[in-house]
């Protein structure tokens, strides 16, 4: 990651805690990443696995905070943000 928080870190490194994985998809609904970060982290969460991942998150979550604010881009399309 070239920036933020986690810069200097890799994807996989940042996505290995829930908090990481739900920054990534923040990132990318928010459009705040560009050329190869943006291609990189929208390629790592088009991975099957890691998009159940995340919805797995986003449910435990709202089951347990329901009023908390993810931040997550559920609902862009991929390849191309909101």
């Given at each position: 990651?070239?920036?933020?928080?986690?810069?200097?870190?890799?994807?996989?490194?940042?996505?290995?805690?829930?908090d990481g994985l739900l920054y990534l998809d923040?990132?990318?609904?928010?459009?705040?990443?560009?050329?190869?970060?943006?291609?990189?982290?929208?390629?790592?969460?088009?991975?099957?696995?890691?998009?159940?991942?995340?919805?797995?998150?986003?449910?435990?979550?709202?089951?347990?905070?329901?009023?908390?604010?993810?931040?997550t881009s559920e609902g862009h399309e991929e390849?191309?943000?909101?």
């Open positions: 990651m070239p920036f933020g928080k986690y810069r200097g870190k890799s994807i996989d490194r940042i996505a290995r805690t829930d923040w990132l990318i609904g928010e459009q705040i990443p560009t050329g190869y970060a943006k291609w990189a982290i929208e390629t790592y969460l088009a991975d099957p696995t890691i998009k159940e991942e995340l919805e797995k998150i986003v449910e435990n979550r709202l089951e347990h905070h329901p009023s908390e604010d993810l931040g390849g191309g943000g909101k």
